[in-house]
């Protein structure tokens, strides 16, 4: 099963918000704290992408097409990382995946959840 859990996604109009969190599974837990963590995206037909990562320390960076319009956290106490989504615009529709990745490089994928900017 998998051991990250998306929700947040939906339908807003462009200029919008929308908040995604993702939440670690029980059998992860108390190691996703160390984890480096991110969230990619992916429109039909199109290659997965890197929107941004957070590293243990909280250092964060982002792809140039979201800079300014989107940040990433983590919440290390509930086992959490978001990814605040503002002035959202028609190409930012996708899939969005959050990601998992150990000191070790295994890497843990969430379900995706489904983000669309019309109107």
């Known amino acids: 099963q998998r051991q990250l859990v ?3 996604g939906g339908l807003v109009q462009p200029g919008g918000s929308l ?8 059998m992860i837990t108390s190691v996703f704290n160390t984890y480096k963590l991110g969230w990619y995206r ?3 037909g199109e290659q997965r ?10 250092t964060a960076d982002y792809a140039d097409s979201v800079k300014g319009r989107f940040a990433i956290s983590r919440d290390n106490a509930n086992k959490k990382v978001f990814l605040q989504m503002n002035d959202l615009k028609p190409e930012d529709t996708a899939v969005y995946y ?8 295994e890497d843990y994928w969430g379900q995706g959840t489904q983000v669309t ?3």
């Open 42 to 44: 992916q429109a039909p």
């Open 19 to 26: 908040r995604l969190s993702c939440k670690a599974a029980r």
């Open 6 to 8: 998306e929700s947040g």
């Open 49 to 58: 992408e890197l929107v941004a990562m957070i590293g243990r320390d909280g």
């Open 98 to 105: 959050c990601h998992a990745q150990s000191s070790q490089y």
């Open 117 to 119: 900017v019309s109107g």
